[in-house]
C-alpha cells in the first residue's frame, strides 16, 4: 500500500509536495476523524435512549428534587453546601444543579431527562479521548459501547442518578489532564522539577476537577488507586513522583468516603442488625457481587431496578466458589503477564477497584432490599469493556498481519505482485470485518436499550415488570402503593403496603412511614401513631414523618405529645420549613404568639414563598403589636397564594383597624369574589353552599369599611345580606350548619 506520509529527499519516488501541505492535510483528517466519532457517540446515545424523553420520576426523585425545597430557591444553595444533615446525601453539586435546573425548567421531567441523555453522551466522549490519550487501539468502539450499553438506561432514565453522570462529567477531564503530567516514560533524568510550570496549573485544575466529582458522588474517591495501576500497565511501576501526586486526591477521596459513610449511616439508616454480617457472610456477597456486574454485561437479561437480594443467611460451602475465583483470576493474569502483557491484570484490578465501595464492606441502605444494582457499575464496567474490546483488536490485528513479500531478486516479479495483492486483499477483508462486527454489536446493545428505556415510560412500568421478574420485591410493592395512595385509591395502596410491610418484617422505615399515611387519611390516627415511631426509629431526621405524626396526635387531642414531638424535631432538624411552620402555628394557636415568631422567621428564611409561614409570622405580629411591620408579610403571602381567602380577610381586618378602609373594602370584596368563584385555597373559610360563617363575616366587615367610606346606602345593602345569611341559616338543621362550618 502507498505510504500516507512524504518521501525523504533524498528518495529516488516523487516528491509530493512541501511537509508543512501533508501536516495540514494530516490535520485535517484527524479534525474529521474527531467530529464524526463525537457525532456518532451522540447520535447512538440519543437513539438508544430516546423513549426516556417521556419518563417521568420514579422511585426517590421525589425526595432528591421535587419535594425538597432547598433545590426550589436560590437561599437554599447555603444548605445545601454548608448543612450536610439537611439532605439525603452529601453531594452538594448535585443538589445544586437541580437548584439551577429547577429554576430553568421547573418539575418538568423532560428536562431532566434530556440533560441526562445529553450528558451520557458527553460523558462517553471524554472517556473515548481518555483510552485514545493511553494508545488503546479500540478507544472508540470501547467508549461507544459504554456509552450505550442496557446496564446504562438505569443510570440515564433516573433523574437522581444525575449524579453519577455529573461525576463523571467532572471525572473524566480530571483523568485527562492527568495523562498529560504523568510521566509514562520508564525513566527521569536526576534533577528534573516533579512538575513544569504549566503542568502544575494542568495539575491544579485536575485536581479541582476531581473534588467536583466527589461533590457530586462519592465512588471516584478509588480513581487515584486506578490510576496508579495504570502506570503499572504502562511501565510496569510506580515511582516516588507517582505517589506524591497522588496524595491530594486520596486525601480529598477518603474524606469524601468519611462524609458518605457518616450521612449513610446517621440519615439512610444503614444501621443496626440488619447490617451487620460475619467476614464469611461479607467474603461471600463481595464474590457474588463481583461476578453478577460481567455476567450482566455479557448476558443482559434480565434486567429490573430492584434484583433479589442474596440468601447468605446460612452460608453453603459451594457459595464460596464466587469469592474465590473472583479474587483468584486477577492473581492468575498476573502470573501470566510477562506473557499475555499486564493489561488484562490492569484492566480487571481497574474493574475491582471500582466496584469495591459497593461490594458491601461498608453497610449501605440499599442493602436491605439488594445487594446488586445496574448504576452501581456505571464506572466500574469501564475495565471489563475495554479488556474485551482490546483482546477483539488484538486478533483483527493478527488476522491483518498478512505481510507484504520483500523485494527479493531472487523471487519473480509475478509472484511478487500476486502476493502484494493478496495481503492488500487480506488487510481489506479484515477491515471490513472488524467494522460489521462493530456495528452488530452496537446495533444489538442500542436494540436492547431502546426496550430497556420503554419500560420507564410511565414509571410504574418500572415496578409492574419488576414484580414479574421478582415476585417477593416489598420495594416494588411499596412503589405500586404509592402511585395507588397518590391516584386517591387508599384501599388498593393499602394492600400493596401490607404486603410490603410482611415481606421487609415490619423493619422498613418508608414502609411504615406509608402505612402511617394511610391510616391518617382513613382518619384512624391511632392506629397510625406505631408506624410512623416505627419509621422513625430507624431514620429520624424525617420532616414529613415528624410532621404528620403530630397531625394525628392534634387528632386525638395529646397536644402535649404533638409539642414534644414537633419541638424534639425542630431541634433535630432547625432547617425545615415544614416543620418551624407547623411549630410556629402551634404556638399561635396556644396563645404565645412571641414565641412563634422566631419560628415563622425561620420557616420563611428557608422557605420564602411559604404562604402558610408569612401569614402567621403577619398574624403573630399583628397580635403583638407590631402591625405595620405584619403587612409586608401580609401582602407577600397574598402575592404567593393569591386565592388565600382567609389572608385577604385578616389583611382587610388590619387595614380597616387602622384608618385604611378603602384598602380593607377591597380585600372584603376580593374574599366574597373569590367564594363565588369557588377558588378559595387552604379551606380555612368553611365549605360552600351553606351560608358559612366566613361569609357573613365578611359582608359584615366590609359593611363597615363602608361606613367608614361614608357610603351608608352601600353599607346597608351588605347588613341586609348578612340579615338574609342569618334567616337562612336559622332554618338549617345542626347537620347542614356543622357541615357549613
Same mark, same amino acid.
Given at each position: 500500500?502507498?505510504?500516507?506520509?512524504?518521501?525523504?529527499?533524498?528518495?529516488?519516488?516523487?516528491?509530493?509536495?512541501?511537509?508543512?501541505?501533508?501536516?495540514l492535510?494530516?490535520?485535517?483528517?484527524?479534525?474529521r476523524?474527531?467530529?464524526?466519532?463525537?457525532?456518532?457517540?451522540f447520535?447512538?446515545?440519543?437513539?438508544?435512549?430516546?423513549?426516556?424523553?417521556?419518563?417521568?420520576y420514579?422511585? =426517590?426523585?421525589?425526595?432528591?428534587?421535587?419535594?425538597?425545597?432547598?433545590?426550589?430557591h436560590w437561599?437554599?444553595?447555603?444548605?445545601?453546601?454548608?448543612?450536610?444533615?439537611?439532605?439525603?446525601?452529601?453531594?452538594?453539586? +448535585?443538589?445544586?444543579?437541580?437548584?439551577?435546573?429547577?429554576?430553568?425548567?421547573?418539575g418538568?421531567?423532560?428536562?431532566?431527562?434530556?440533560?441526562?441523555?445529553?450528558?451520557?453522551?458527553? =460523558?462517553?466522549?471524554?472517556?473515548w479521548?481518555? #483510552?485514545?490519550?493511553l494508545?488503546?487501539?479500540?478507544?472508540?468502539? *470501547?467508549?461507544?459501547?459504554?456509552?450505550?450499553h442496557?446496564?446504562?438506561?438505569?443510570?440515564?432514565?433516573? +433523574?437522581?442518578?444525575?449524579?453519577?453522570?455529573?461525576?463523571?462529567? /467532572?471525572?473524566?477531564?480530571?483523568? #485527562?489532564?492527568?495523562?498529560?503530567?504523568?510521566?509514562?516514560?520508564?525513566h527521569?533524568?536526576?534533577?528534573?522539577?516533579?512538575?513544569?510550570?504549566?503542568?502544575?496549573?494542568?495539575?491544579?485544575?485536575?485536581?479541582l476537577? /476531581?473534588?467536583?466529582?466527589?461533590?457530586?458522588?462519592?465512588?471516584?474517591?478509588?480513581?487515584?488507586?486506578? #490510576?496508579?495501576?495504570?502506570?503499572?500497565?504502562?511501565?510496569?511501576?510506580?515511582?516516588?513522583?507517582?505517589?506524591?501526586?497522588?496524595?491530594?486526591?486520596?486525601?480529598?477521596?477518603?474524606?469524601?468516603?468519611?462524609?458518605?459513610?457518616?450521612?449513610?449511616?446517621?440519615?439512610?439508616?444503614?444501621?443496626?442488625?440488619?447490617?451487620? /454480617?460475619?467476614v464469611?457472610?461479607?467474603?461471600?456477597?463481595?464474590?457474588?457481587?463481583?461476578?453478577?456486574?460481567?455476567?450482566?454485561?455479557?448476558?443482559?437479561?434480565?434486567?429490573?431496578?430492584?434484583?433479589?437480594?442474596?440468601?447468605?443467611s446460612?452460608?453453603?460451602?459451594?457459595?464460596?466458589?464466587?469469592?474465590?475465583?473472583? /479474587?483468584?483470576?486477577?492473581?492468575?493474569?498476573?502470573?501470566l503477564?510477562?506473557?499475555?502483557g499486564?493489561?488484562?491484570?490492569?484492566? +480487571?484490578?481497574?474493574?475491582g477497584?471500582?466496584?469495591?465501595?459497593?461490594?458491601?464492606?461498608?453497610?449501605?441502605?440499599?442493602?436491605?432490599?439488594?445487594?446488586?444494582? =445496574?448504576?452501581?457499575?456505571?464506572?466500574?464496567?469501564?475495565?471489563?469493556?475495554?479488556?474485551?474490546?482490546?483482546?477483539?483488536?488484538g486478533?483483527?490485528?493478527?488476522?491483518?498481519?498478512?505481510?507484504?513479500?520483500?523485494?527479493?531478486?531472487g523471487v519473480?516479479?509475478?509472484a511478487?505482485?500476486?502476493?502484494?495483492?493478496?495481503?492488500?486483499?487480506?488487510?481489506?477483508?479484515?477491515?471490513?470485518l472488524?467494522?460489521?462486527?462493530?456495528?452488530?454489536?452496537?446495533?444489538a446493545?442500542?436494540?436492547?436499550?431502546?426496550?430497556?428505556?420503554?419500560?420507564?415510560?410511565?414509571?410504574?412500568?418500572?415496578?409492574?415488570?419488576?414484580?414479574?421478574?421478582?415476585?417477593?420485591?416489598?420495594l416494588?410493592?411499596?412503589?405500586?402503593?404509592?402511585?395507588?395512595?397518590?391516584?386517591?385509591?387508599?384501599?388498593?395502596?393499602?394492600?400493596?403496603?401490607?404486603r410490603?410491610?410482611?415481606l421487609?418484617?415490619?423493619?422498613?422505615?418508608?414502609?411504615?412511614?406509608?402505612?402511617?399515611?394511610v391510616?391518617?387519611?382513613?382518619?384512624?390516627? *391511632?392506629?397510625?401513631?406505631?408506624y410512623y415511631?416505627?419509621?422513625?426509629?430507624?431514620?429520624?431526621r424525617?420532616?414529613?414523618?415528624?410532621?404528620?405524626?403530630?397531625?394525628?396526635?392534634?387528632?386525638?387531642? =395529646?397536644?402535649?405529645?404533638?409539642?414534644?414531638?414537633?419541638?424534639?424535631?425542630?431541634?433535630?432538624?432547625?432547617?425545615?420549613a415544614?416543620l418551624?411552620?407547623?411549630l410556629?402555628?402551634?404556638?399561635?394557636?396556644a396563645?404565645?404568639?412571641?414565641?412563634?415568631?422566631?419560628?415563622?422567621?425561620?420557616?420563611?428564611?428557608y422557605?420564602p414563598?411559604?404562604?402558610?409561614?408569612?401569614?402567621?409570622?403577619?398574624?403573630?405580629?399583628?397580635?403583638?403589636?407590631?402591625?405595620?411591620?405584619?403587612?409586608?408579610?401580609?401582602?407577600? *403571602?397574598?402575592?404567593?397564594?393569591?386565592d388565600f381567602?382567609?389572608?385577604?380577610f385578616?389583611?382587610?381586618?388590619?387595614?380597616?383597624?387602622?384608618?385604611?378602609? *378603602?384598602?380593607?373594602?377591597?380585600?372584603?370584596?376580593?374574599?366574597?369574589?373569590?367564594?363565588?368563584?369557588?377558588?378559595?385555597?387552604?379551606h380555612?373559610?368553611?365549605?360552600?353552599?351553606?351560608?358559612e360563617?366566613?361569609?357573613?363575616?365578611t359582608?359584615?366587615?366590609?359593611?363597615?369599611a363602608?361606613?367608614?367610606?361614608?357610603?351608608?346606602?352601600?353599607?346597608?345593602?351588605?347588613?341586609?345580606?348578612?340579615?338574609?345569611?342569618?334567616?337562612?341559616?336559622?332554618?338549617?338543621?345542626?347537620?347542614q350548619?356543622?357541615?357549613?362550618?
Amino acid at each position: 500500500m502507498a505510504e500516507l506520509s512524504p518521501l525523504s529527499a533524498d528518495s529516488n519516488g516523487p516528491s509530493y509536495g512541501p511537509p508543512r501541505t501533508v501536516e495540514l492535510s494530516q490535520g485535517v483528517r484527524a479534525t474529521r476523524k474527531y467530529v464524526l466519532g463525537v457525532v456518532g457517540i451522540f447520535l447512538l446515545a440519543l437513539v438508544a435512549y430516546w423513549p426516556l424523553h417521556t419518563a417521568g420520576y420514579i422511585w =426517590d426523585d421525589g425526595g432528591w428534587l421535587v419535594h425538597n425545597h432547598f433545590v426550589h430557591h436560590w437561599r437554599g444553595l447555603g444548605n445545601i453546601w454548608f448543612n450536610p444533615h439537611d439532605s439525603i446525601q452529601y453531594y452538594p453539586l +448535585v443538589f445544586t444543579a437541580f437548584n439551577i435546573q429547577w429554576h430553568i425548567w421547573g418539575g418538568n421531567a423532560l428536562g431532566y431527562h434530556l440533560l441526562n441523555i445529553m450528558m451520557q453522551a458527553t =460523558d462517553a466522549v471524554l472517556l473515548w479521548r481518555i #483510552l485514545k490519550a493511553l494508545g488503546l487501539r479500540s478507544a472508540w468502539i *470501547a467508549a461507544a459501547i459504554w456509552a450505550i450499553h442496557p446496564v446504562q438506561v438505569e443510570t440515564v432514565g433516573w +433523574v437522581v442518578e444525575q449524579k453519577s453522570l455529573l461525576s463523571a462529567l /467532572f471525572l473524566f477531564p480530571a483523568v #485527562l489532564a492527568w495523562t498529560r503530567f504523568a510521566d509514562f516514560t520508564t525513566h527521569r533524568p536526576v534533577g528534573e522539577p516533579l512538575l513544569s510550570a504549566r503542568q502544575w496549573k494542568i495539575y491544579a485544575l485536575a485536581t479541582l476537577s /476531581f473534588i467536583l466529582a466527589l461533590c457530586s458522588k462519592t465512588d471516584a474517591c478509588v480513581v487515584p488507586v486506578v #490510576l496508579l495501576f495504570v502506570l503499572v500497565w504502562k511501565r510496569g511501576f510506580i515511582n516516588k513522583r507517582d505517589i506524591l501526586l497522588m496524595v491530594p486526591w486520596m486525601i480529598a477521596g477518603s474524606l469524601a468516603a468519611w462524609m458518605t459513610i457518616h450521612i449513610e449511616h446517621g440519615q439512610a439508616g444503614a444501621k443496626g442488625h440488619r447490617f451487620h /454480617f460475619s467476614v464469611a457472610q461479607h467474603l461471600i456477597i463481595a464474590g457474588k457481587d463481583l461476578w453478577f456486574y460481567p455476567f450482566k454485561l455479557f448476558w443482559p437479561w434480565p434486567m429490573m431496578a430492584v434484583y433479589p437480594r442474596w440468601h447468605i443467611s446460612h452460608v453453603a460451602a459451594w457459595e464460596w466458589i464466587f469469592p474465590v475465583t473472583a /479474587f483468584a483470576i486477577p492473581l492468575v493474569l498476573l502470573a501470566l503477564s510477562k506473557k499475555i502483557g499486564r493489561g488484562a491484570f490492569v484492566a +480487571v484490578c481497574v474493574y475491582g477497584l471500582m466496584i469495591s465501595p459497593l461490594l458491601g464492606f461498608i453497610a449501605f441502605y440499599t442493602e436491605e432490599y439488594t445487594f446488586v444494582a =445496574d448504576h452501581y457499575q456505571y464506572l466500574a464496567c469501564i475495565g471489563i469493556i475495554v479488556m474485551v474490546t482490546e483482546t477483539a483488536a488484538g486478533i483483527f490485528s493478527c488476522l491483518g498481519r498478512f505481510d507484504k513479500p520483500s523485494n527479493d531478486q531472487g523471487v519473480p516479479a509475478e509472484a511478487q505482485a500476486s502476493a502484494t495483492v493478496l495481503a492488500d486483499a487480506n488487510n481489506g477483508m479484515v477491515s471490513w470485518l472488524s467494522a460489521a462486527v462493530s456495528v452488530l454489536v452496537l446495533l444489538a446493545l442500542g436494540t436492547m436499550t431502546w426496550a430497556q428505556s420503554e419500560i420507564y415510560t410511565p414509571p410504574l412500568r418500572v415496578w409492574t415488570h419488576n414484580l414479574r421478574c421478582n415476585p417477593d420485591c416489598w420495594l416494588a410493592m411499596e412503589q405500586m402503593g404509592v402511585y395507588e395512595y397518590g391516584k386517591g385509591h387508599i384501599a388498593a395502596a393499602q394492600v400493596l403496603f401490607q404486603r410490603a410491610n410482611e415481606l421487609s418484617h415490619g423493619r422498613n422505615l418508608i414502609v411504615n412511614a406509608n402505612l402511617g399515611d394511610v391510616y391518617r387519611n382513613l382518619g384512624q390516627y *391511632a392506629k397510625a401513631i406505631p408506624y410512623y415511631r416505627r419509621s422513625l426509629a430507624v431514620a429520624g431526621r424525617q420532616p414529613p414523618v415528624i410532621s404528620h405524626l403530630v397531625e394525628c396526635y392534634e387528632k386525638i387531642g =395529646d397536644w402535649r405529645l404533638a409539642y414534644r414531638d414537633l419541638a424534639q424535631g425542630v431541634r433535630l432538624l432547625p432547617h425545615s420549613a415544614d416543620l418551624q411552620t407547623k411549630l410556629g402555628s402551634m404556638l399561635a394557636r396556644a396563645g404565645h404568639a412571641k414565641r412563634a415568631i422566631p419560628h415563622f422567621r425561620a420557616a420563611i428564611k428557608y422557605e420564602p414563598q411559604d404562604t402558610k409561614a408569612l401569614f402567621g409570622l403577619a398574624e403573630c405580629l399583628n397580635a403583638t403589636g407590631q402591625w405595620q411591620t405584619a403587612i409586608p408579610y401580609y401582602r407577600r *403571602a397574598l402575592k404567593a397564594s393569591p386565592d388565600f381567602g382567609q389572608g385577604h380577610f385578616a389583611y382587610g381586618m388590619v387595614l380597616l383597624q387602622h384608618s385604611n378602609p *378603602a384598602a380593607a373594602a377591597r380585600q372584603f370584596q376580593k374574599v366574597l369574589t373569590l367564594g363565588r368563584q369557588r377558588r378559595l385555597e387552604h379551606h380555612t373559610l368553611g365549605r360552600h353552599g351553606a351560608p358559612e360563617p366566613w361569609r357573613i363575616l365578611t359582608h359584615q366587615a366590609l359593611a363597615a369599611a363602608l361606613l367608614a367610606l361614608h357610603h351608608p346606602r352601600q353599607a346597608a345593602r351588605q347588613s341586609a345580606i348578612v340579615k338574609q345569611l342569618l334567616q337562612r341559616q336559622k332554618h338549617l338543621s345542626p347537620v347542614q350548619q356543622t357541615d357549613g362550618k
